[in-house]
């Protein structure tokens, strides 16, 4: 079907089945989100159950999950919480699908809600901690918030991953690298710029599910630097779940779509950092400061934003 014979048949169910009149701009609204962004979000489905090709799960559980990741991936947090997308995609699954479909329409949005970090967590009640982490294998990774100076305007690059967040590059350190080292290789292969570290802007960790490893689970740890680069065109490499690399003016950082750890963790303290190089390059000290102030408020306003709807923000 084209995507106006799906709103139509959407409008013929919803008269059959006594649908409320105020609930149709909502139901067009998810399927044209689900349909527009059917490629993207197939995509993410076959990350998180790379043993299901598509064609191989059930036409019930499929669609379901591109309404349910439309709505955790897409959807405003304050009209559906990422839970909420999650339970109710489950009840359809239970409802609609086999007896096996609530179990893997769960695993699959549950893979999806952890690497989105678990947004609304601490709503509600605590979640009880699965194992500690101290006696998890460790894994780490270094990346950097990348700056370059062109035509008297600073420019910062980063990377935008398939669930539709810009981030910071990063990647594994290898075996007989430092972490450093690890940050240069991996700015260099994902996005092709030559870096030099400035300074270590902090340390983030998270839990990763890895089948490989005893448990299944695994802490990653990222050093974060802020580096300088020529500004030289961005050319994106062939690390997985990345499909975009841009420079971006200053000022304009403050309306990305940032995770909310990378964020207030790496992405503020960065920029404050660079109000400090920017300070020393110059002779009067007091006016990069001035110029950098309402950049860094309009990131943490986005922050203060965040914090009070209980998620993020999209584009």
């Given at each position: 079907m084209t995507p106006n014979e799906a709103v139509g048949r959407l409008v013929d169910y919803s008269a059959e089945f006594g649908a409320r009149d105020s609930d149709m701009?909502?139901?067009k609204q998810l399927l044209g989100a689900a349909i527009a962004k059917q490629k993207e979000?197939?995509?993410v489905i076959v990350r998180a159950a790379p043993e299901w090709p598509l064609d191989r799960i059930a036409a019930i559980d499929r669609n379901i999950l591109r309404l349910g990741l439309t709505e955790?991936?897409?959807a405003d947090r304050e009209q559906v919480p990422a839970k909420v997308a999650i339970n109710e995609a489950i009840e359809l699954a239970k409802t609609f699908g086999s007896a096996?479909?609530?179990r893997f329409v769960n695993g699959v949005l549950g893979a999806v809600y952890i690497e989105l970090g678990e947004p609304g967590k601490n709503e509600g009640t605590a979640r009880k901690k699965a194992a500690a982490t101290s006696k998890m294998p460790v894994e780490e990774l270094a990346g950097a918030v990348v700056y370059a100076e062109h035509e008297g305007e600073y420019y910062l690059?980063?990377?935008h991953d398939i669930f539709g967040h810009w981030t910071i590059s990063k990647g594994k350190v290898e075996h007989g690298e430092d972490i450093a080292q690890g940050a240069i290789r991996e700015i260099k292969e994902e996005m092709n710029l030559d870096i030099e570290i400035v300074e270590e802007l902090g340390v983030n960790e998270y839990i990763a599910n890895d089948s490989k490893v005893?448990?299944?689970?695994k802490k990653k740890r990222v050093t974060y630097f802020l580096a300088k680069s020529p500004f030289t065109e961005v050319r994106l490499g062939t690390s997985g779940g990345l499909d975009?690399?841009?420079w971006f003016p200053l000022a304009s950082v403050g309306d990305l779509n940032f995770y909310d750890d990378s964020l207030s963790k790496i992405v503020i303290p960065a920029i404050k950092a660079l109000a400090?190089?920017?300070e020393k390059q110059t002779d009067d000290p007091e006016k990069p400061f001035e110029e950098q102030k309402p950049v860094e408020n309009r990131v943490e306003s986005h922050e203060a934003r965040m914090e009070r709807r209980g998620g993020r923000r999209h584009r």
């Open positions: 701009p909502f139901m979000i197939d995509e955790l991936l897409f096996s479909s609530g690059a980063f990377v005893h448990g299944g689970k975009d690399a841009q400090k190089v920017r």
